[in-house]
């Protein structure tokens, strides 16, 4: 039976000079064929809202795929108007009607038990989906979120914790507070799993259209990158972090997982960063989720890389 998805995410993949891992995400959980990806909503994080709306809907075409896309937070809870910048041309089909915190709700609640929600981007539409209706936290068969860090640290003051987490950590602590299946797929491993440039120069050799295109991408992204970082030891590749999390909803055995009890820091310097008590020690809160720990980097990267060339 294939798992029927929601995908939560702040697509940039199409927009100059911004991250494309996300673009892969929406691919992988469009060809998988043990998934059935039934709605995508957009949040503000990569790029902004509008802008993830245009380019989820320019994905979809090239992947010849029919999946309805709601739109969804501009901004992160505690503050709305810190709006990103249109990073794209909202031209072409817009978004479904409606909002895409009602939209999650609705989907989830009229098919109890039934939803896996993975969330690829700050977890603003998910909390306010539980805001507006708590029964979702039970009703969703499972949340698989790309975020957090919970074994290292960004070493950035200006972004000290993991981006999905940092942007909005208080949707995030609604998240890991309200009971739900949790299972994070953070920077721990997802730092790990790589596409060198020989892969993606592969890539663009693929027959299908879809994973030229995506494999052109992904040479121009590993070029951004070495003229951004210059002293980046990582040139010649880019890390694939939300492919991570689509490929865990129906591969979890790619990936070792732990038990945790995770918190966000909402004050001073550490906020949005992830602290997880992994030690299970008498009288420590109990876990509210599971974190990924380890992973078969080249089995998922075998798994990524037959899936995205055919399409």
């Not at 998805?5 to 673009?23: R, Y």
């Not at 072409?92 to 609640?109: K, Q, S, Y």
């Not at 957090?148 to 949707?171: I, K, L």
């Not at 694939?240 to 966000?264: G, I, K, N, S, Y």
Request: overall charge negative; proline content about 6%.
């Amino acid at each position: 039976m294939r798992t029927r998805i929601a995908l939560d995410t702040d697509v940039a993949m199409g927009a100059p000079g911004s991250d494309i891992d996300d673009g892969f995400a929406i691919a992988l959980a469009a060809a998988d064929p043990d998934i059935q990806l039934e709605l995508i909503t957009t949040v503000a994080g990569n790029t902004d809202v509008r802008s993830a709306s245009a380019l989820a809907l320019n994905l979809l075409q090239r992947l010849d795929r029919a999946v309805p896309v709601v739109q969804g937070a501009a901004g992160p809870l505690m503050d709305p108007w810190r709006a990103c910048a249109t990073t794209v041309a909202d031209t072409g089909p817009g978004p479904a009607p409606g909002r895409a915190a009602v939209a999650i709700a609705d989907l989830v609640l009229d098919n109890p038990g039934q939803i896996t929600l993975v969330a690829i981007g700050p977890l603003t539409n998910i909390a306010t989906a539980m805001l507006l209706e708590p029964r979702v936290a039970a009703a969703a068969q499972r949340i698989v979120i790309m975020g957090g860090y919970f074994f290292g640290h960004q070493n950035d003051v200006r972004v000290p914790g993991e981006f999905n987490v940092w942007a909005d950590p208080e949707a995030a602590r609604i998240v890991l507070g309200s009971g739900a299946d949790l299972s994070f797929v953070g920077l721990d491993v997802t730092y790990r799993v790589r596409m060198s440039q020989e892969q993606a120069a592969s890539l663009a050799r693929s027959q299908g259209a879809f994973g030229a295109y995506a494999g052109r991408c992904a040479l121009g992204w590993i070029d951004i990158l070495r003229e951004r970082y210059p002293h980046s030891k990582e040139h010649g590749s880019f890390a694939l972090h939300d492919p991570l999390a689509v490929a865990a909803v129906t591969r979890p055995q790619l990936l070792q997982w732990q038990d945790a009890h995770v918190e966000v820091a909402l004050d001073g310097v550490a906020r949005g960063i992830t602290i997880a008590d992994t030690l299970g020690t008498r009288g420590a809160p109990a876990a509210n989720c599971r974190i990924a720990s380890g992973v078969d980097a080249p089995a998922f990267l075998d798994h990524l890389m037959t899936t995205i060339s055919a399409c």
